[in-house]
């Protein structure tokens, strides 16, 4: 297994513009976490799926932000009216169900010009 | 509120010797620690977890230490190389968000010089 993979890696948007991001897990892990790295900080926590149910969500995903997990497998978030408060690294994890060890994608790099 | 911090932002170590990276916690729910470790333009990579049954795990060259009356863990890496020269993150789950969330702390650079 390859591991956790992102795409794209990175994205330079203008402000107003709609943005996706595509996670892919570990194959045979069944949680899938969304994170939002910015400068000289820790991830923080965005939101959170069980297969394909979305069972918490951070009071930082404003209404502009939506994720999915259609089928249980990858998942996408997308971001609509880019500010630039947005530009950050969006992080990608997986586990297994029990949710202790996150293993961690690449990130995708937003920058909203 | 910070639930996790790192209060050395830096640590610079000579290459042979021990690196300690410290954390400490407010949160007493938490009850599964972890560290990671990123390098520039790269996801999280996960090093090692402990258990707040236990007050020490050991994997090769890392060892975690917790102490949960004072709520700090450390992460000792001997001896140190220049490969692992990189940024360090602790996180802990635990409480209401068992399982799920990781809450971080700010991340401390570690600097290993040959």
């Known amino acids: 297994d390859t591991g956790v993979s992102q795409d794209p890696r990175h994205k330079i948007t203008k402000r107003g513009q709609n943005v996706t991001f595509r996670c892919d897990p570990i194959?045979?892990?069944?949680?899938l976490y969304w994170y939002r790295q910015t400068l000289g900080q820790g991830p923080e926590f965005l939101t959170y799926?069980?297969?394909?149910?979305?069972?918490?969500k951070s009071r930082l995903l404003s209404d502009r932000f939506s994720a999915e997990r259609p089928k249980g497998s990858f998942s996408t978030l997308e971001i609509q009216r880019t500010e630039q408060g947005d530009s950050a690294m969006y992080l990608c994890?997986?586990?297994?169900?029990?949710?202790?060890?996150?293993?961690f994608g690449p990130g995708t790099r937003l920058t909203v010009t | 509120d910070q639930q996790v911090k790192q209060n050395s932002p830096s640590l610079s170590v000579q290459e042979g010797r021990i690196s300690i990276l410290n954390c400490d916690y407010t949160?007493?729910?938490?009850?599964?620690f972890l560290w990671y470790k990123k390098y520039p333009a790269e996801g999280p990579t996960f090093l090692i977890s402990?258990?707040?049954?236990?007050d020490k795990n050991e994997d090769g060259r890392f060892t975690v230490f917790l102490n949960k009356s004072a709520k700090h863990l450390s992460l000792h890496i001997v001896p140190s190389q220049p490969g692992d020269s990189a940024v360090y993150f602790c996180?802990?789950?635990?409480?209401?968000?068992?399982?799920?969330?990781?809450?971080f702390g700010g991340g401390t650079r570690l600097m290993v010089k040959p």
């Open positions: 996180a802990a789950s635990g409480g209401d968000n068992a399982g799920n969330m990781l809450t």
């Open positions: 402990i258990s707040s049954i236990k």
């Open positions: 994890a997986s586990s297994d169900y029990r949710g202790d060890e996150q293993y």
């Open positions: 949160n007493s729910m938490f009850d599964y």
């Open positions: 194959s045979e892990h069944n949680r």
């Open positions: 799926f069980q297969n394909e149910a979305q069972l918490e």
